[in-house]
Each structure stands twice: as structure tokens, then as C-alpha cells.
């Protein structure tokens, strides 16, 4: 999921919570919050609706992305439940079309310098050790101080267990329990006289107390009279001289009533000010001290540096693209009719906007990723696909789902070292997610699910956030990867240890907002939310029948048997190209609270017929 909205709003047709005081509460604070700190850039007049500039590099992949984008929905036009399978031809012809449109001139003429200004990422990587620092501080002195109280209230059981333990070994002597019979009956005796004469005292204390306080109101307000009266030798706008006094030191009388008065109006003071403590006001008395540090910490300012970069404007990009596209997409579809994966892979897929104001998912399917990314490999053929779930924004899922692959792939270790090669590429995605979100002055972030698929005998599968999938194999399912939840003890540990904190609302947030504890982009909480991936590598069996990868959409209302068992039964009831919109349509009946981005991939009717194939 990922989102900083709350999942657990009720539907209409539910009864509103009871403990409307505290919701409300929760709520007002949580507005104050976004409203002082504004975490996604939602009300600021400079957030970025859109991607507006890229590099020159970035933009090649942005085009390349757009314009296969374009020709699968120019393809499932006519039927939108198609597997959209884009042929080895049909890929190369676009790849040569797009960077022939984008290039060195092109790009210049859809270029401009623009200036950036922005806190220093050094001070502020340097801010954010040290708050991380006095985090860790404090909280292994809360932990001593926890430990510290437990050793105590050991102690104190073993003492009261002892006090117990004698207590019996003197009863056991019938001389000593008569004794202690004899000291309880006086004890009891004294206590029930105490008792009743308690009865009476505390009338009698409140009467003596009030006549004290009004004796010295009384005094107190002839002074005041007689200090104010016109016999008195000073005026009321003069200020009243200090005390004389004789040689001796003594005060004179005149300045003992001085004293006297005083002491009388600071005792006044004083009742007040605990009768008004015991109102629930504090009208007299200083104000409570404020907080040095949070002060120091939120006026702290950091020097801004000035980055001066040239980019490609992305609007007119589109309007390139889209005129050159507008006479290419018919021939090129026309190379895709009638074409089979050579290796049999057949891949669906379908994405729609849940309950959500704008559907934020966002999918990759290359069929042939060696043409598309251009890489010249010797025998290995690759299959991508990529699941992205974005969350206050669909801007980092956009950028994602067009860069992430392209910076695995001409990775240096690529194919060779593909644990490296996807922990490098999601690395890589983020910082420059984060670049952008940083010059543009917003804040998003992606989850994002990508596997590999080399000659149909191995899966690279590299994940960061929510995002899921399974492997059908015999039936059963095989889960994929890991998601990335602060529900998690280890993660938990993660975030607190880096400064951060886990917070429970509806679900276990960071810092209460993020529902994910990994992420590309996030670019305000990037020192909690990391985008450090958990890969993993699967051998192909001949039993394995299909691979199913979605957004949390799905899995919020399925599990994984479910979703295997009404892939399987639809496939053979109504045929594969139904699957992907019958499970979204039975996430939707079942009131799932975000978009569902669907993508099913078959390989099990070749299986048997494939000479190279490893088992498990």
C-alpha cells in the first residue's frame, strides 16, 4: 500500500466510531501537523503536478517508456483484456524510432539551463546524524532507566517475600502469636480512636485555617489603606523608598510593617495561586519554561547552495513523440498481430483506480528486454516485469516504472551478479527520485516489485515495499518476496535506531504517516524509509504454472490461496485473457480501499517441452 491515508475510515453504510473525542483530537492534530510541515507538498503552490524537466540521458528512457506505453494501448483498443505482446521486430523498430526523434539536436532544441537553490545536503546529512545520535542516546537511557526499575521492584518482591517468609516462622511459636495477638488488639484499639477523633478535626482545621487567611486579609488591606490614605508621607505615583534603617542594622517600625504587609501579600499570593491550580487555571505564577532544545532545533537554519543544470522539458518532448508516434503506431502494431513469445511466456495484466481520488500504480512488461534496453548479450534472453505502487503522488511511480530497469540493465554486473545488479539499480532510482523531488520542491514515493526472467529457467526478484507476488507451483504458492511493513520487530528496530518512530493509526506508520517502512523517493522521510531491496533467486520447475504479481490492492482482500485458486479456475473456466479484470472487479466487491494493478503470467504449457529447464 504505502499511502499516508488511513485505510481504516469507515464506509458509509457503517455507524460512526463512539469515540468521536479522541478521533477528533487525533485528527486536528494530525491537520496541524500538514498544515506546519506540509510532508507532500500537496498545498505548496511549487509542488509538481507532473514531471516538467529530466536529463538528457533520463529522458531517453522516459520516451522509450511513453512510447511502448502507447503503442500497448493503441493494441488493446479494441480489446482491452489482451495480453498487448509487443514482438522482437515491433521492439526494435521502436527503439530505433524513439532515440531517432530524440537526438543531439533535438534534445538541445527542447533544453534550457535552469537554476536550483536548496539547503545543503551535507549540513543537513550532518543534522540529521546527530538527531539520529541524541535518538540513540536517548533511548538507551530509557532502556537503562526501564531495566534500573525492574532490578528495583525485584528487590522489593524479594524483601516483601522475606518479610512474608518471617512473618510465618513467628507464627508457628504460640508464645510470640499471642504477643502479636495482643500488639494487634492495642493497634486496632488506637487506630479506632484515631479514627474518631479525626472525625472531628477536620471541621475544626478548615475553620482555624479560615479565620487565618481572613485575619490576614484583614491586616493585610488596612495596611494597603493606610499606605494609600492622604496622610501617607509617600504619593501613589512615587516609588516607595527602601526600608530605613538604624545603625545597628535593625529595621525601623515603619519598616517592619513594610516587611509585614509584604509577607501578608505574598501569602495572599500564595493561597490564590493554589486555589487557582486547584480550578484547573493558572493565572498568577510564570508560564511554564520552554524547550531549549526543540526551540534551537526548529529555528535552525541551514546554508543553501546553487545548482545550475540543463534539462529537457518534458511537455515538449510529449508533443514530439506523439507527432511521430501518430503514423508509426499502425505499422508497428501490425508486427505484433498474430506473434507468439518465443519462449511461450504469456503475460496479462490490468490496473484501476480503486476508492482512491487517482490511481498512483503503475506496471512494465518488456517482452523482449535485451532489444528494448539495448543490450548485446551472447545466447541469455530476458524477460522484465515491474509492479510500482505509489503513494501522494504519482510522480515517483511514473519516473519508476520508466527508469528502474534501464539502470539495472547497463549495470557493469549485468547479468553476471544480478543480486548486485538489482541492488545498485533501486539505489540508483531512488537518488535520482529524490534529486527531482528535491529541485521541484515535493515529496512521493514508490513501492516497486521487479523480476527478471532469463531463457525461462530462473527469476531475479527485487523488491522494496508492499508490493507482492507468488509463484503457482503444483498448486501451491511460493511467495516471491518479502513486504516491507513497520509492523515488522526488525524494521521497527531499523527506524527507531535511525531517529524515526513507529506509530499506530489505523496501521503501524513511520513517524505515523507511511504505512511502508521501504520506498523510492519519499524524499522528507529518506533518513527512516530506506529503498535498500530484498532480492531473491528461483530456479524454474517443469510443475510451476503461472506467476502472479500486484499492488497491495489485491492482497489487502485476497490471500495468496485464494488468488491462485481463482486464477486457476477462471483460466479454465473463461479463458487467461478474463483473469486480470475478474480478480480486480472481486477486489472491488469486496471493498478493498486502494487500486489494484493485476499482472498474471503463464509459462506452464511450455514447460514440458523446454530441454533446459533446472528443477528446484
Not at 534550457?112 to 539520529?132: G, H, L, S
Not at 478535626?201 to 492622604?230: A, C, F, G, L, V
Not at 515491474?386 to 547479468?415: I, K, W
Request: glycine share 6%; hydrophobic share 35%.
Amino acid at each position: 500500500m504505502g499511502e499516508n491515508e488511513d485505510t481504516s475510515v469507515p464506509s458509509k453504510k457503517q455507524p460512526p466510531k463512539t469515540f468521536s473525542k479522541a478521533t477528533n483530537l487525533r485528527a486536528a492534530a494530525l491537520q496541524a501537523f500538514t498544515k506546519a510541515q506540509d510532508p507532500w507538498g500537496s498545498k505548496n503552490a511549487k509542488a509538481s503536478k507532473s514531471i516538467r524537466v529530466l536529463s538528457a540521458n533520463e529522458s531517453r528512457w522516459y520516451a522509450l517508456d511513453f512510447a511502448m506505453r502507447k503503442l500497448m494501448e493503441y493494441i488493446q483498443e479494441s480489446d482491452p483484456t489482451s495480453s498487448a505482446y509487443i514482438s522482437q521486430p515491433a521492439t526494435i523498430q521502436l527503439r530505433k524510432l524513439v532515440l531517432d526523434v530524440l537526438s543531439e539536436s533535438a534534445l538541445e532544441g527542447m533544453s534550457a539551463e535552469y537554476t536550483y537553490e536548496f539547503p545543503d545536503p551535507e549540513i543537513v546529512a550532518q543534522n540529521e546524524a546527530r538527531k539520529r545520535q541524541e535518538s540513540q542516546v536517548s533511548s538507551e537511557d530509557r532502556k537503562a532507566r526501564q531495566k534500573l526499575m525492574a532490578e528495583q521492584k525485584a528487590a522489593r518482591q524479594l524483601r516483601m517475600q522475606q518479610k512474608l517468609k518471617e512473618a510465618g516462622n513467628e507464627n508457628e511459636n504460640p508464645a510470640t502469636e499471642t504477643k502479636d495477638s495482643d500488639e494487634k488488639s492495642d493497634e486496632k484499639q488506637l487506630k479506632e480512636k484515631s479514627k474518631r477523633s479525626s472525625k472531628k478535626s477536620p471541621r475544626t482545621k478548615r475553620s482555624k485555617s479560615r479565620d487565618k487567611r481572613e485575619k490576614i486579609r484583614k491586616s493585610s488591606t488596612e495596611e494597603i489603606i493606610q499606605e494609600k490614605s492622604p496622610s501617607s508621607e509617600t504619593s501613589p505615583c512615587e516609588t516607595p523608598s527602601e526600608p530605613e534603617e538604624h545603625e545597628d542594622g535593625t529595621a525601623s517600625p515603619k519598616s517592619k510593617d513594610k516587611k509585614k504587609s509584604d509577607s501578608a501579600g505574598s501569602k495572599i499570593l500564595q493561597l490564590r495561586g493554589s486555589r487557582d491550580i486547584v480550578n484547573g487555571t493558572r493565572s498568577l505564577g510564570r508560564p511554564p519554561a520552554a524547550r531549549p532544545s526543540l526551540l534551537a532545533a526548529a529555528e535552525e537554519t541551514v546554508p543553501k547552495i546553487t545548482l545550475k543544470r540543463t534539462l529537457v522539458n518534458i511537455d515538449q518532448l510529449h508533443q514530439l513523440l506523439e507527432s511521430r508516434l501518430l503514423f508509426a503506431l499502425p505499422e508497428l502494431a501490425s508486427l505484433c498481430k498474430n506473434q507468439a513469445h518465443p519462449l511461450g511466456l504469456e503475460i496479462y495484466h490490468l490496473s484501476i483506480k480503486g476508492p482512491r481520488p487517482a490511481n498512483e500504480d503503475e506496471y512494465t512488461i518488456l517482452h523482449h528486454a535485451n532489444d528494448y534496453c539495448g543490450l548485446d548479450l551472447q545466447g541469455d534472453q530476458f524477460t522484465f516485469i515491474g509492479v510500482y505502487d505509489g503513494h501522494s503522488g504519482g510522480q515517483a511511480s511514473l519516473y519508476t516504472r520508466s527508469q528502474l530497469h534501464m539502470n539495472m540493465a547497463h549495470c557493469e554486473a549485468f547479468p553476471h551478479d544480478m543480486n548486485r545488479v538489482i541492488r545498485e539499480g533501486f539505489l540508483q532510482t531512488d537518488a535520482l527520485v529524490n534529486e527531482i523531488q528535491q529541485r521541484e520542491q515535493f515529496a512521493c514515493g514508490s513501492t516497486a516489485l521487479s523480476v527478471w526472467i532469463r531463457d525461462h529457467r530462473e527469476l531475479f526478484v527485487g523488491n522494496v515495499g508492499d508490493c507482492r507476488g507468488y509463484l503457482s507451483r503444483a498448486g501451491k504458492p511460493v511467495e516471491l518476496a518479502l513486504a516491507h511493513s513497520p509492523a515488522l520487530e526488525e524494521e521497527k528496530d531499523r527506524i527507531k535506531a535511525a531517529g524515526g518512530s513507529v506509530v499506530w493509526f489505523g496501521a503501524w506508520r513511520v513517524n505515523g504517516i507511511l504505512a511502508v517502512s521501504r520506498s523510492i523517493g519519499d524524499h522528507n522521510l529518506k533518513s527512516v524509509v530506506i529503498a535498500d531491496p530484498d532480492f531473491r533467486t528461483f530456479e524454474l520447475d517443469p510443475a510451476d504454472e503461472f506467476l502472479v504479481l500486484a499492488s497491495d490492492g489485491l492482497w489487502d482482500v485476497f490471500s495468496a490461496e485464494e488468488c491462485l485458486e481463482a486464477i486457476s479456475r477462471v483460466s479454465a473456466e473463461q479463458g487467461r485473457k478474463v483473469v486480470c479484470k475478474t480478480l480486480c472487479d472481486m477486489a472491488l466487491e469486496r471493498n478493498t480501499k486502494d487500486n489494484v494493478t493485476v499482472v498474471v503470467l503463464f509459462f506452464s504449457q511450455l514447460a514440458s517441452n523446454q530441454p533446459d529447464v533446472k528443477p528446484g
